[in-house]
């Protein structure tokens, strides 16, 4: 396992401090990573001055060689020409939204189905909110999303026929598909690309 240490410096009381970073984490090789991920544990870190928990904000590598999927975290811009053979590549800009295509690519879902799924749903509820996608108990059955409101997390129920609706919608809209890039950002700002007026 490679790691490395990253200087960091605690947003409450600006003391700098020394963690170890994971800058690339296999998870069929190294399953605890990937719980420790999912639990919030590797990305974060708590101040031994002033005890306050930090978010790590480091570029990281998320590779599943058993779904053939590679998920990047980075804030930068990344031009990449080509990805590995018959993998399925994401970037993602925050902790937030890679931990949400896990949950995605693990349920067995489509990012791409989930965003439309998103937009859909977000029309209906008539809330400027984001929503997250949090799980499914597998086909047929209902998917649960979350949104911010009011300080804390609601969690809204949609049925699984939103999911076969948009997946047609991407069917019949395969230039969605062809114009991705390498490496492409999947999110509500590439949806709305797509869908304007
Ligand atoms: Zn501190």
């Not at 409450?12 to 719980?35: Q, S, W």
């Not at 101040?47 to 590779?63: D, G, H, M, Q």
């Not at 902790?95 to 879902?109: A, C, H, M, Q, R």
Request: net charge negative; aromatic share 8%; proline share 4%.
């Amino acid at each position: 396992m490679a790691t490395r240490l990253e200087k960091v410096v605690c947003t409450r009381c600006a003391h700098i401090h020394e963690i170890t970073a994971y800058p690339r984490i296999d998870v069929i090789r190294e399953p605890e990573l990937k719980e420790k991920l999912l639990n919030g544990e590797l990305l974060t870190w708590q101040c031994p001055v002033c005890t306050c928990t930090n978010l790590a904000r480091y570029p990281l590598v998320y590779l599943d060689s058993a779904q053939k999927l590679l998920l990047i975290l980075s804030e930068a811009v990344l031009s990449v020409e080509s990805c590995p053979e018959g993998y399925l590549a994401r970037q993602v800009e925050t902790v937030g939204e890679l931990l949400e295509k896990i949950k995605i690519f693990d349920s067995g879902l489509d990012d791409i189905v989930i965003e439309i799924c998103k937009y859909v749903t977000l029309q209906e509820l008539g809330k400027n909110v984001e929503l997250k996608f949090l799980k499914t108990d597998g086909a047929d059955s209902s998917m649960t999303f979350t949104y911010p409101w009011d300080g804390k997390m609601e969690m809204l129920e949609v049925g699984f026929n939103v999911y076969e609706d948009c997946a047609g919608i991407l069917h019949r809209n395969p230039a969605m598909l062809n114009s991705l890039s390498a490496l492409p950002r999947i999110d509500r700002n590439w949806l709305g690309q797509w869908i304007s007026g």
